[in-house]
Every structure is written in C-alpha cells, then in structure tokens.
C-alpha cells in the first residue's frame, strides 16, 4: 500500500510499517530532514526522486513530498474474532457499512484511535480503500489501527454478536437518541454510506438504533463526525463507570 504526506508517513515509520520513502530533492527542508532522518534510524531505505514523480505516485493527492510503501504483514489482517480477543479493555469496534469516501474513512480511522477503540470492521469491496486519501485524512492513524477486512458486512456483525459484543446502529430516524445506550458493554458502532445510510439487511442486524439529535436546520451530519460523536460517548461512559 502507498500512502503520502509527512504526518501519515511519519506515523507509519514509528509503527514500523514503511518499507520504502521516496523523497522530493525540494520541498519543506527542516520537515522533510526530520522525517529522512527518523527513516534512517528505522533501518527504512529512502529514495530521493523529483517532485513530479511523487505526482505520479500520488495520483494527484497533496503528498508534501513525500510517499512510503507499507509493508505488509500478516498481522496487518486481522479478523473480526481477532479484534474482540485482542481488545485492549471491553471491546469498541467500529463498523464501516459501504463507506465510499476515502476521506470519511481516514477522519473516523483518526476518531477511532483518538478514542483508543480496538479496530475497525470494513467490507473488501464496494469500499473506500485504504489508500493514500485514507492515511492523509487519517493523519497518520491508518498505521495504528487495526482493520479486519470482510467479504460480508451482515455474516461479519453476526460474528460479533457471537462474540457477545451489543451491536449499535447509528440512524438519522431512530428514535432513540444515542447516549440512551450503555456502552459499558461490549460495543460494535456500525455507521453506513454517505447519503444513503445503514443497508436494510444491516439495519435488521443491529440490536440497537440510535439517532444524534439535530437541533439546527441541517438534519444530518457528517459520517465521520457523527461517528466521533458516539465513539466520545462511549469513552465518557467508560470513563465514569471506572470512577464510581
């Protein structure tokens, strides 16, 4: 996988996922030395290229001069049961129903590190790949979570009601409003498509539905926003419950 950008690729060098960097011969001097010197000390080899090849590399993306390839890794693939047992605390995954816009997917990777959840669930096709647009709205996040990628997104939620985790959907039309759940519980928060939202197959899965309440004139938030709404419940949940 290719990613670009100084952040997203200084993430992936500090968790040990860059296998290559190739450099532009100019660009942002002090940021760019920083970042070769980081690559060096990780024993990752550097290339230094024109600026115009990186354009290639980057198919157009805002790569400040600077592109990596990952390596790939075996526990880089994770599955869903993987994701529960491996859970760092209760489990809090998070599951991407047919998200096409890299960037949403890279801003709600950000929010699921920022809120130390466990990992991420996502359908291999008909989604947004984890590309260079994903780490750059990512900001370097996409190196630290673990994503478990399915064929299946309703055979996956299955798995993790199996698993015994409470699997909560967020609709614009439900009526329950989001912090009416305790997310003290194992918890899946699943978030559908821009636009359209949570597939009816995936709706009939859940065993919760949960709205944000809109209290302006525009009735719907961002995916990835919307997302870090919730995922910040839940940690303001746990976070209380561990106080008491």
Request: aromatic share 2%.
């Amino acid at each position: 996988m290719l990613i670009y950008g100084i952040n997203p690729v200084i993430e992936a060098l500090r968790a040990g996922r860059v296998r290559v960097v190739r450099v532009a011969r100019r660009g942002d001097a002090a940021r760019l030395a920083a970042l070769v010197l980081e690559a060096r000390r990780a024993g990752v080899s550097v290339e230094r290229v024109d600026a115009s090849d990186l354009d290639r590399d980057a198919s157009g993306g805002v790569h400040q001069g600077v592109v990596a390839m990952l390596r790939e890794r075996e526990a880089d693939a994770p599955g869903v049961a993987d994701l529960v047992r491996s859970a760092s605390d209760v489990p809090l995954i998070v599951v991407l129903d047919g998200i096409e816009d890299p960037h949403n997917v890279g801003a709600i990777l950000r929010s699921v590190d920022a809120a130390g959840a466990d990992g991420v669930v996502r359908q291999a096709r008909h989604a947004a790949p984890l590309g260079g647009a994903a780490a750059k709205a990512s900001a370097g996040a996409v190196a630290h979570v673990r994503v478990a990628s399915v064929v299946n997104i309703a055979r996956a939620i299955e798995e993790l009601k199996k698993a015994g985790v409470w699997v909560v959907g967020l609709a614009s039309d439900a009526a329950r409003e989001y912090d009416q759940i305790d997310y003290t519980l194992p918890t899946a928060l699943v978030v559908g498509a821009e636009g359209s939202g949570l597939r009816r197959l995936i709706r009939e899965r859940c065993d919760w539905l949960v709205s944000i309440p809109m209290r302006g004139h525009v009735q719907s938030l961002n995916v990835s926003v919307a997302a870090g709404i919730v995922l910040f419940e839940v940690v303001r949940q746990r976070l209380n419950a561990k106080k008491k």
